[in-house]
Each structure stands twice: as structure tokens, then as C-alpha cells.
């Protein structure tokens, strides 16, 4: 492996196997011997980007009583929530987007207690966060920028669109230095709105 460049100069990486079938708090349970002392680490499914502002994050659950805290986004799905009653007939039909639904953005701050909450063999969701939920310990932090899953080729080729056109808005780190000049960025839905009309 040959490094030709970097900017990460105080970054110390650990590679971890934590197995090809374990589920999320099973990798998390894996990897709590690297956090040493650190009293929060953030961790992320990794099948996202997002420009979200991870200092606020932080220091929402820092000021906080909850154990864990995640980005609560809406979805970019384009399908429709459908309302029925008990015999079957509809009443109602909306896009997903438009009926105020959040869903899990899938990018975590925690406390090392969140490993009070995992048991082996459990999933980070299921019974963990319902543990933190009756102990009135878990937040979400509710965010309207950009956010976008790689889910379905359609996904990709959203993200792929963004990266090449060299409007990334993950891409924080090239804001950051200035490469991008404010003039060419595109906001979060006008991006979404014109990828997703070319790609039908």
C-alpha cells in the first residue's frame, strides 16, 4: 500500500474484524476495547452520506441525560404511505416525503453506557434502544439538510451524479478548505429534485 498524500496527520485508524454475520450492537460490543477511555465515540452504518454538522451532535448529547443520540432525517424514498380502514378502503395516500415521517439516519453519537444497554447476540435498534427508550435515555437530533442512503443502484447513481458534477454535499471536508465555492453548491432538494427527475 502506498499513501500519497494525507491530511488526517493526528487520525490513528483501527482496522477490526467483527465478522461477515454480526449485526450492529454485536460490531459495536467488538470493538468497545478500542475506545479506551473515551467517554463518547460516534459510530455509523456506513450505507449513507450526509453533510449533518457532527460537532452539534456531539454537544447535544452532551448536554443531554441520554445515553445515545441519532440523526433522525426524512426519507428520499419515492413511494406513497397509504391509510386504509378495517374493511380495506383507502383513505388516504401521500408521498412519503410530505407526511412529516422521520426514519433512523443511520449516523450515532454514544455514551460508553450504551454498552449497558447491548446484550451479546442483539441488534443496536431492536431491544437496546427500547431500553434506552423506557429509561427516557435516547434522542434524536432532527436534521433537513442533505442526506442520502445507497440502498438500490438508484441510490448510486443519485450519489454518483452529485460526486461528478462536483457538487458533493458530503463532501464537507472540500468546503471546509474552500474548493467549493458557495456560488456552485446546490441545496440539498435541488439536487435530489434534479437527479431524481433525469433518472426517471
Known amino acids: 500500500m502506498e499513501l500519497l498524500s494525507q491530511d488526517i496527520d493526528d487520525w490513528r485508524i483501527t482496522f477490526v474484524d467483527t465478522g461477515l454475520q454480526a449485526s450492529v450492537g454485536e460490531r459495536l460490543l467488538a470493538v468497545r476495547r478500542h475506545l479506551a477511555d473515551d467517554e463518547m465515540f460516534l459510530a455509523n452504518y456506513g450505507d449513507q ?7 452539534d451532535l456531539i454537544d447535544r448529547l452532551d448536554r443531554s441525560d441520554s445515553v445515545a443520540s441519532f ?7 419515492s413511494t406513497h404511505v397509504v391509510s386504509l380502514d378495517d374493511d380495506g378502503a383507502v383513505q388516504r395516500v401521500d ?3 410530505r407526511v412529516g415521517l422521520l426514519i433512523n439516519g443511520g449516523f450515532f453519537v454514544m455514551r460508553r453506557e450504551i454498552f449497558d444497554y447491548l446484550r451479546p447476540g ?7 434502544f427500547q431500553r434506552l427508550i423506557d429509561a427516557r435515555k435516547l434522542s434524536a437530533y432532527r436534521y433537513e439538510g442533505f442526506w442520502q442512503p445507497m ?5 448510486k447513481q ?14 464537507v471536508w472540500e468546503r471546509d478548505r474552500g474548493t467549493i465555492p458557495a456560488s456552485e453548491r446546490a441545496t440539498a432538494s435541488q439536487l435530489a429534485v434534479a437527479l431524481d427527475s433525469a433518472l426517471g
Open 49 to 55: 452520506l450526509s453533510d449533518a454538522p457532527l460537532p
Open 71 to 77: 440523526l433522525a432525517v426524512r426519507p428520499t424514498y
Open 95 to 97: 408521498a412519503m416525503d
Open 122 to 128: 442483539e441488534d443496536l435498534v431492536d431491544e437496546p
Open 151 to 155: 440502498d438500490t443502484l438508484k441510490d
Open 158 to 171: 443519485i450519489l454518483d451524479g452529485l460526486f461528478e458534477t462536483g457538487r458533493a454535499p458530503w463532501a
